[in-house]
Nanobody
Framework: QVQLVESGGGLVHPGGSLRLSCAAS????????MGWYRQTPGKQRELVAS???????NYADSVKGRFTISRDNAKNTLYLQMKNLNPENTAVYYC????????WGQGTRVTVSA
């Protein structure tokens, strides 16, 4: 069974940067398309970015040019580099397989505030 552990969130000022990490245990990470999702109170979880096992990435329009998803298959780790953050990026960020998520981890909270 795959377990996902997100980290790297925190408080950042507008215009700042953060790098999120997702450590995946268990087998199957190498073959999976993985994604970063985020959720804010009262809203459904949304897909922010995804990356295939070969490294082909896709992004939501709202983060294109500012967020970069990457993965290290040897380390079973997924990353999300976020730059030029704004308050609308405040959310709890989760990683999971895409399009069919597995069990969700605890997420990592990102707060963008002056």
């Amino acid at each position: 069974q795959v377990q996902l552990v997100e980290s790297g969130g925190g408080l950042v000022h507008p215009g700042g940067s953060l790098r999120l990490s997702c450590a995946a245990s268990g087998t199957g990470f190498y073959f999976a398309t993985m994604g970063w999702y985020r959720q804010t109170p009262g809203k459904q979880r949304e897909l922010v970015a995804s990356i295939t096992n070969c490294g082909s990435a896709n992004y939501a329009d709202s983060v294109k040019g500012r967020f970069t998803i990457s993965r290290d298959n040897a380390k079973n780790t997924l990353y999300l580099q976020m730059k030029n953050l704004n308050p609308e990026n405040t959310a709890v960020y989760y990683c999971n397989s895409q399009p069919t998520p597995l069990a969700w981890g605890q997420g990592t909270r990102v707060t963008v505030s002056a």
